[in-house]
């Protein structure tokens, strides 16, 4: 008896610990100036740049934004796509025809 109520109590911490994970992954988001809740890719869609300044710790819940949204320097440091257009925008258009200049 005792040892199905350990075995039970266990399976449960280990069920309510991994909850907060999996409901928090399906939350990221943040507050626009008008109070209104808007999840990553909303903001990722609308205010890329403002993703990249503000919550780039979102890139790891959603690394394929990384394919468009900026490139590696020769220092090997990721830069995102506002950077490339501010410092080398000839190498933009070279590199990356198929990004957009963001408006953020």
């Known amino acids: ?3 199905r109520t350990f075995f039970t109590a266990a399976a449960l911490t280990v069920l309510f610990a991994a909850a907060p994970v999996v409901a928090h992954a399906d939350h990221w988001g943040d507050w626009d100036d008008h109070h209104e809740w808007h999840d990553a890719h ?3 869609d609308n205010h890329p740049g403002w993703v990249w300044h503000h919550h780039p710790e979102w890139v790891n819940a959603y690394p394929e934004w990384r394919e468009h ?3 590696w320097d020769e220092g090997h440091v990721w830069r995102d796509r506002g950077w490339w257009y501010d410092h080398h925008p000839e190498w933009v258009h070279e590199h990356h025809h198929d990004w957009e200049r963001w408006r953020d």
Do not use: C, E, I
Request: hydrophobic share 45%; no cysteine; aromatic share 22%.
């Open 1 to 3: 008896m005792k040892l």
């Open 69 to 71: 949204d900026g490139d």
């Open 42 to 44: 909303w903001w990722h």
